[in-house]
């Protein structure tokens, strides 16, 4: 690791304790296939950031007493001055930084970031500026930073090493929702409430079909085919970004398509979550007063 | 007045209905918000307040009333303005400007209160505070050049007989500038400086449209001083 200046924990896995009855093999969830799990959405949880957002799913096969497999936050710094050296923007500049924590998935992250992160940070950029009014906010620049404090990486399944990068989409899905939250909770001028959602292409155990499923809890499935994460403005009905990875078995010319139908679908659950936490914000600033 | 709470991308009414106020925006001949807050509508004022664009203003409105049979008992026919904000007007001032967040930028033609931080004989610099009634939370630079410390004999003008750093000016935005500062200008009998201090460190007085005065030690300083109101 070349980060000297920081007193680092273990390179690598940590070993995952062990109880007198081993974890059985997770099966697939109980929900159905076209339901997502249950979302937490909470604004204005950093009060010193002009606009924050925390976000959890619920993992709902686990024993665990959290019971939780995602967890984010999210803050927006900003608008603010640009540094003197940046040249004039007549728009509103949008950086974005994902952060793992340390200790967010089975293998430990570094400090600084790795190219995973970087690519989180694009897909959520281009996910964001598709819905913000850049032109509102010239010569002015917005700091969006997303901290993964759990990675929907489950650890009791037996299967450590089969670990194929299928929860970055549901990460990258649970990001832009809740930094669409936090940027509506800074007051920043946007067309709509974006929202990510995920579909996948799965096989349930060795002798099933594949077929796609919603919000996928990657750890249930025998394999993962493909899967896609979609960032979407439901009131506009525009995609503003897609990202789509795995193999899909050639028989099928449609499937592609349906891959991102289900997304779609996927997007417009989360927005419920997003508009009503939203609402809830307001009420909640209307009350004491 | 009904508190009625807007997200994004909410459908407001047809954009020929209401006019787009802060906080909207208008996407294929609908009002949207842009926001997250509170809808408000206003009424406009009757038109007496400025007589030149107003005028122009009803024509408009009239041709639009006439076709789309509003039933809007204006009298004047200016359209409502509906706008999305986070504090509604008297919700966010009881308590104290903490339900406001929204940070706001100033624009060209806004009048803002700065305070001189740097001058040099070309311009000086200062650090915008306060635009129309918002306290900014951040500080924006801005330039007042030479040519913009007053309307009259340009050529004569100063820069170190007009502002002292720490000086608190009354000025106007003309343009976004360049990449750092915004253009200001103090161009007008009720722009310049409001407050000023002395060499000697005392609140000075204006005693006219170029002088202001020390009361402790009598002497006079040359600034370009605001009109008071």
């Known amino acids: 690791m070349s980060d000297r200046r920081r007193i680092n924990g273990p390179v690598g896995q940590t070993a995952p304790p062990v109880y007198a009855s081993a974890p059985g093999k997770r099966t697939a969830r109980q929900l159905g296939d076209d339901v997502i799990r249950k979302i937490f959405l909470k604004t204005g949880v950093t009060p010193s950031a002009s606009g924050s957002a925390y976000l959890e799913v619920e993992d709902p096969s686990t024993t665990s007493p959290s019971g939780t497999s995602l967890k984010l936050t999210c803050t927006v710094h900003g608008p603010r001055a640009l540094p003197r050296s940046a040249p004039f923007s007549p728009h509103i500049i949008l950086s974005t930084h994902v952060k793992y ?3 967010a998935t089975r293998h430990r992250r570094g400090y600084l970031r790795d190219s995973s992160e970087r690519d989180l940070g694009v897909h959520l950029e281009t996910a964001l500026r598709g819905a913000i009014i850049a032109d509102r906010w010239p010569k002015s620049g917005v700091d969006i930073i997303v901290t993964i404090i759990e990675g929907d990486q489950n650890r009791d399944s037996p299967e ?3 670990d194929e990068g299928w929860d970055m989409m549901n990460v ?3 990001c832009i929702t809740v930094a669409s939250a936090a940027i ?50 439901p009131t506009r009905d525009e995609v503003t970004n897609i990202w789509f990875k795995g193999q899909l078995p050639g028989a099928d010319s449609m499937i592609y398509n349906k891959l991102v139908e289900r997304s779609l679908v996927a997007c417009r659950n989360a927005n419920r979550v997003l508009v009503q936490s939203l609402n809830e914000t307001v009420r909640q600033a209307q009350i004491p007063s | 007045m009904a508190q009625t709470v807007a997200v994004p991308g909410q459908l407001l009414g047809p954009a020929d209905k209401y006019a787009a106020g802060a906080g909207t925006h208008i996407h294929e001949a609908n009002l949207y918000s842009s926001l997250l807050g509170t809808i408000a509508v206003s009424q406009p004022p009757p038109a007496s307040k400025a007589p030149g664009p107003q005028k122009r203003l009803t024509k408009i409105a009239a041709a639009l009333a006439t076709s789309t049979n509003s039933t809007t008992t204006n009298t004047n026919n200016v359209l409502p303005t509906i706008s999305v904000s986070r504090s509604a007007e ?5 308590v104290g400007g903490v339900v406001e967040k929204r940070e706001v930028l100033p624009e060209v033609g806004n009048t803002v209160l700065c305070r001189v931080t740097r001058i040099t004989p070309r311009h000086a610099s200062v650090a915008i505070l306060v635009v129309g009634d918002t306290v900014l939370e951040a500080e924006w630079q801005g330039m007042v050049r030479v040519q913009d410390v007053r309307a009259t004999e340009k050529d004569k003008v100063k820069i170190y007989e007009s502002f002292r750093p720490g000086d608190i000016v009354r000025a106007q935005v003309i343009s976004l500038g360049d990449q750092a500062n915004y253009y200001l200008s103090t161009a007008s009998n009720e722009l310049g400086v409001i407050m000023a201090k002395s060499e000697a460190g005392n ?15 009598g002497l006079s300083e040359p600034r370009k001083v605001a009109k008071p109101f």
């Open chain 1, 101 to 103: 924590a340390p200790f």
């Open chain 1, 160 to 162: 450590y090493e089969r």
């Open chain 1, 172 to 174: 990258l899905s649970g």
């Open chain 1, 184 to 233: 509506a909770d800074a007051g920043i001028d946007c067309v709509d409430t974006v929202a990510g959602g995920v579909a996948a292409l799965v096989a349930k155990d060795a002798k099933s079909q594949p077929s796609i499923v919603l919000d996928p809890d990657v750890a249930g499935y025998y394999k993962v085919f493909a899967a896609c994460c979609v960032a979407y403005l």
């Open chain 2, 90 to 94: 008297g919700v966010g001032a009881g």
């Open chain 2, 203 to 217: 609140t000075m007085y204006p005693v006219s449209w170029k002088e202001y005065k020390d009361p402790e030690t």
